[in-house]
């Protein structure tokens, strides 16, 4: 029996097609979007399954277990999720928006050890100020990473310290923006045969300049605030 072929690896996902989006999915109302109703939320997650697990054929690597922290800042306008933006240099992910994290190790304690040494390490976000309230599924990355992602309430203020080498730029989007389907953007990739489905949540903000500039968040972290969508819907 043949083994599976990796999947296609996506080199540019902004010059891939838009198939559709998903408005006639409702938002999560706003009333579910404060810190109380977040935390009550996690504290009786009920019965619920991930919509999206990741990707079943990867390129051929052992798997590796990996946190990642979702952050949730309270703004004066509301929730907001912290982001980062990795150098182009990188070997796993190059230029894309993620969440701060990464592989686990031996001296890690659990999930959440890892999602905060690392966000500490990449960011500068000290421990104390965030407030974990709940995980979510692990997802499995094209790469073999099994991630968890520790979902966090972020409280300011507080200074961030960037790891230049590993994160270009760190920023903040609406949680309303990302939680509203109708910005969640459906996408195939077919390469030699093979065909891949992700989906992206283009955000788009105004500089001091007065320019706009667009922040394409797709594949895991895309997938994963999906599942979150999933997750605070039900």
Not at 11 to 17: L, N, Q, R, S, Y
Not at 35 to 59: K, S, T, V, Y
């Amino acid at each position: 029996m043949n083994a599976p072929q990796p999947r296609p690896r996506i080199v540019d996902p902004t010059a891939i097609a838009v198939q559709g989006t998903d408005a006639h999915l409702p938002p999560v109302a706003a009333g579910e979007l404060t810190p109380e109703a977040l935390r009550r939320r996690f504290a009786a997650p009920n019965d619920w399954r991930a919509e999206i697990h990741g990707d079943d054929r990867a390129f051929e690597r052992e798997p590796a277990a990996a946190s990642v922290l979702v952050p949730l800042v309270q703004r004066d306008d509301g929730m907001h999720v912290l982001l980062t933006q990795r150098t182009d240099h990188l070997h796993d992910h190059a230029g894309q928006i993620s969440f701060p994290g990464g592989r686990r190790e031996p001296h890690d304690a659990d999930d959440v050890a890892t999602a905060l040494r690392e966000t500490e390490e990449e960011i500068g976000l000290a421990r104390r100020h965030v407030e974990v309230i709940g995980r979510l599924p692990p997802y499995t990355t094209v790469t073999r990473f099994v991630v968890t992602p520790v979902i966090a309430l972020v409280h300011p203020p507080f200074d961030l310290a960037l790891d230049e080498f590993e994160v270009a730029e760190a920023f903040e989007v609406p949680l309303s923006f990302l939680m509203t389907p109708a910005h969640h953007q459906r996408h195939v990739f077919e390469f030699g045969g093979a065909s891949r489905q992700f989906l992206s949540m283009p955000w788009r903000r105004r500089g001091d300049g007065g320019s706009e500039r667009e922040y394409f968040i797709w594949g895991a972290t895309a997938a994963m605030l999906r599942n979150l969508y999933h997750f605070l819907a039900r």
